[in-house]
């Protein structure tokens, strides 16, 4: 009697689209670069959202057509510069509902930090700090002036807190794909009774702090760097505030990794005006990394 053995098909892998958010009447060329590059190094596909919003006016046959048409041509320029399959979409509502929805089945989102001064940032980018808030992935925000950096360290912001593992796991295996080193920046802010107190942070009563500071930062790090063994780690443990801290180790950068919720030194860092000001203000690309495990489901398929 002979037995016949069914062979196993190896199952088919389906990696989630890296999505990059454009305004096809007006694309940002360093974010289209950036998506493309990212999907291109890690054989991820990329999908294009053109989200235009309602607006007052209704859309005439003739209007949505325009849209389409340049969100096509969108596609079309990243196809023929990337080497991966390029998707896209138009759709009619808010660019940040549109993306937020996207990054249910994505592996990262890409967009811009948006152009606009420091006062009207608060208000204008709006799109970006909403989206960096309640994505369920990790978002990365290119600078307005599109001055990317192809040299440099990666710089992760840490809290002394289990919330930050998730930006850690990103930090480290950004570095690690890069070939660059790690920046691990905790920002503390503590005074004593004496609120008028100035000095060196290892000062008096500052020293006991900081040593506890130094300890606990070094006791989050050693599991990453068991598992990232090749990647160079640098520590930084400041006395002062978290945006200019993160805003200064940037300089030289060619990332910056936080986490989208935060305690300690970092709370409120992306709750608010400290969030919009670290978004677009920080000189090089900031990706922002849910603190929070992606609730199990289905990644949504694309049409």
Request: hydrophobic share 45%.
């Amino acid at each position: 009697m002979t037995t016949h053995v069914t062979p196993q098909l190896a199952p088919v892998v389906v990696l989630a689209p890296v999505v990059v958010g454009v305004d096809s009447d007006d694309p940002v060329q360093a974010v289209l670069d950036t998506a493309a590059d990212l999907a291109t190094a890690t054989a991820h596909p990329l999908h294009v959202v053109n989200a235009t919003g309602v607006g007052i006016v209704p859309w005439t046959p003739e209007m949505v057509g325009r849209q389409e048409a340049r969100t096509e041509a969108v596609r079309a320029s990243l196809e023929a510069r990337s080497r991966v399959e390029v998707t896209a979409e138009t759709v009619f509502t808010s660019p940040a509902k549109a993306l937020v929805d996207a990054s249910h089945g994505a592996a990262l989102v890409v967009l811009g930090a948006g152009r606009f001064g420091a006062v009207s940032a608060a208000v204008l980018g709006a799109t970006t700090s909403q989206v960096a808030a309640h994505a369920e992935c990790p978002v990365l925000v290119v600078p307005h002036d599109g001055l990317l950096r192809h040299d440099g360290p990666v710089v992760v912001g840490v809290d002394i807190d289990p919330h930050s593992e998730p930006a850690l796991e990103y930090a480290f295996a950004e570095a690690a794909r890069r070939s660059v080193p790690l920046v691990a920046v905790h920002s503390w802010w503590w005074e004593s009774p004496d609120a008028f107190m100035s000095g060196h942070e290892w000062e008096d009563d500052f020293g006991a702090v900081a040593d506890t500071q130094h300890r606990q930062l070094a006791e989050m790090l050693a599991g990453w760097q068991d598992k990232y063994p090749d990647v160079q780690v640098r520590t930084e443990v400041v006395r002062g505030q978290a945006v200019s801290t993160l805003c200064d180790e940037a300089q030289g950068a060619q990332l910056l990794v936080v986490g989208s919720r935060g305690r300690g030194g970092f709370r409120g860092l992306l709750l608010g005006s400290v969030s919009t000001r670290l978004l677009h203000q920080s000189p090089c690309p900031v990706a922002v990394v849910p603190s929070f495990p992606r609730p199990a489901r289905e990644r949504r398929g694309r049409s």
